[in-house]
């Protein structure tokens, strides 16, 4: 579908340059479209915690363990 839409589009274009705004246009990602993190991205979180209180939260857990 959007090949034929091309070929429609690239026959009504006046030059070259019309030919690539109109490609540039078909192909571009919807309006309001949002854009994926890039590759490797941490993704954000609300519930970030350092390193320091991993290790207690980690101890914390052992604690319980134990005591079960």
Do not use: C, F, T, V
Request: no cysteine; charged share 30%.
């Amino acid at each position: 579908m959007l090949n034929a839409a091309e070929a429609s589009m690239d026959m009504a274009a006046e030059d070259d340059a019309a030919r690539q705004r109109n490609r540039a246009e078909l192909y571009a990602p919807p309006k309001g479209a949002r854009r994926r993190p890039a590759e490797g991205a941490w993704p954000r979180s609300a519930a970030r915690i350092d390193p320091s209180q991993a290790r207690a939260l980690m101890a914390q857990a052992a604690a319980e363990d134990a005591r079960a």
